[in-house]
């Protein structure tokens, strides 16, 4: 299979992940949801109790607490707010690629599926970023909290590409970090194969961090970290050049690893500064095994998503 099958990701409604909250951020939209918000008012969850002040509902008033004290007294609730999640998806030519049981493109299609569906089931608004070979280089789909609009989401990620583009992890993030409600989830679906050394700097993803919670999905292949000795083989460039590479050449495949690990460290030293959380998965995981298991792992932790 060449490109994700709608069906496929269609298929995956039905592999609901586990309903564990992964957001650390109080949401401060104003349409109800099923995400805390900061704010107290008429919701279905008990806060806590204050005096009553003139013009209050008096059918909040707590009459134990006010016979207790001598005092009227005024039941708070917190609100439900609804969040939004944001699908950033890496749709370079890069992602077309893989040599072990498909493609890391098709592994990030139905990450995202995956990822949507559990937003849709939390009737949390969804919006999506495509970035690289798809029309103008960059596509971005406004939040909505309907099947219709995953779908539409899912359809786009099947699509084969029509135009060539090569456009920066850091450019995407410029746009997201522009539409991006404060207290979202970006889920960022990646290889982070083009980290700069000005990443951080120019991505803005510092003041996105601030502003929501971040998660990077990192997909790779076998043969992203290592060149089995296979002979010359081509291969095709970002400028769509093709490039030969004699695998039988021993340093030429120690170039190749050290390239692998140089932006293993790169990736690895942003999330550690900026903490954001990392979901690595390969070209062999079962997807909704790892994907789970990797969530898991986030909620464990105290300095990341709960």
Request: charged share 25%.
């Given at each position: 299979?060449?490109?994700?099958?709608?069906?496929?990701?269609?298929?995956?409604?039905?592999?609901?992940?586990?309903?564990?909250?992964?957001?650390?951020?109080?949401?401060?939209?104003?349409?109800?949801?099923?995400?805390?918000?900061?704010?107290?008012?008429?919701?279905?969850?008990?806060d806590?109790?204050?005096?009553?002040?003139?013009?209050?509902?008096?059918?909040?008033?707590?009459?134990?607490?006010?016979?207790?004290?001598?005092?009227?007294?005024?039941?708070?609730?917190?609100?439900?707010k609804?969040?939004?999640?944001?699908?950033?998806?890496?749709?370079?030519?890069?992602?077309?690629?893989?040599?072990?049981?498909?493609?890391?493109?098709?592994?990030?299609?139905?990450?995202?599926?995956?990822?949507?569906?559990?937003?849709?089931?939390?009737?949390d608004?969804?919006?999506?970023?495509?970035?690289?070979?798809?029309?103008?280089?960059?596509?971005?789909?406004a939040?909505?909290r309907?099947?219709?609009?995953?779908?539409?989401?899912?359809k786009?990620?099947?699509?084969?590409?029509?135009?060539?583009?090569?456009?920066?992890?850091?450019?995407?993030?410029?746009?997201?970090?522009?539409?991006?409600?404060?207290?979202?989830?970006?889920?960022?679906?990646?290889?982070?194969?083009?980290?700069?050394?000005?990443f951080?700097?120019?991505?803005?993803?510092?003041?996105?961090?601030?502003?929501?919670?971040v998660?990077?999905?990192?997909?790779?292949?076998?043969?992203?970290?290592?060149l089995?000795?296979?002979?010359?083989?081509?291969?095709?460039?970002?400028?769509?050049?093709?490039?030969?590479?004699?695998?039988?050449?021993?340093?030429?495949?120690?170039?190749?690893?050290?390239?692998?690990?140089?932006?293993?460290?790169?990736?690895n030293?942003?999330?550690?500064?900026?903490?954001?959380?990392?979901?690595?998965l390969?070209?062999?995981?079962?997807l909704?095994?790892?994907?789970?298991?990797g969530l898991?792992?986030?909620?464990?932790?105290?300095?990341?998503?709960?």
């Open positions: 299979m060449l490109y994700p099958d709608l069906h496929d990701l269609l298929s995956y409604e039905k592999r609901k992940l586990d309903k564990m909250r992964l957001a650390r951020r109080k949401v401060k939209t104003a349409t109800p949801g099923h995400h805390h918000s900061p704010f107290r008012g008429q919701g279905l969850d008990f806590a109790v204050r005096e009553y002040v003139p013009g209050d509902d008096i059918r909040n008033i707590d009459w134990k607490v006010t016979a207790r004290t001598g005092s009227a007294h005024l039941k708070l609730f917190r609100e439900e609804e969040r939004h999640t944001i699908i950033c998806v890496d749709m370079n030519a890069s992602m077309r690629f893989g040599t072990r049981n498909t493609f890391k493109s098709i592994q990030a299609a139905r990450c995202a599926a995956l990822l949507g569906w559990r937003a849709l089931a939390h009737q608004r969804i919006s999506a970023c495509f970035f690289g070979d798809v029309p103008g280089g960059l596509h971005y789909v939040s909505k309907t099947r219709q609009a995953l779908c539409q989401i899912l786009t990620l099947t699509e084969p590409p029509t135009e060539q583009h090569c456009i920066s992890l850091t450019t995407a993030l410029q746009h997201v970090g522009r539409v991006a409600h404060p207290g979202s989830l970006v889920y960022v679906i990646s290889d982070f194969m083009d980290l700069s050394p000005d951080s700097k120019e991505s803005g993803i510092g003041n996105l961090c601030k502003r929501c919670d998660v990077f999905i990192s997909i790779h292949d076998p043969a992203d970290q290592a089995a000795a296979a002979g010359v083989i081509g291969f095709y460039g970002q400028s769509s050049e093709k490039i030969y590479v004699d695998t039988d050449h021993t340093k030429g495949r120690e170039a190749y690893a050290g390239q692998w690990e140089a932006n293993r460290k790169r990736l030293a942003l999330m550690k500064r900026f903490n954001i959380p990392l979901i690595s390969s070209t062999e995981s079962d909704p095994c790892d994907l789970l298991v898991k792992k986030i909620g464990t932790k105290k300095t990341c998503l709960h």
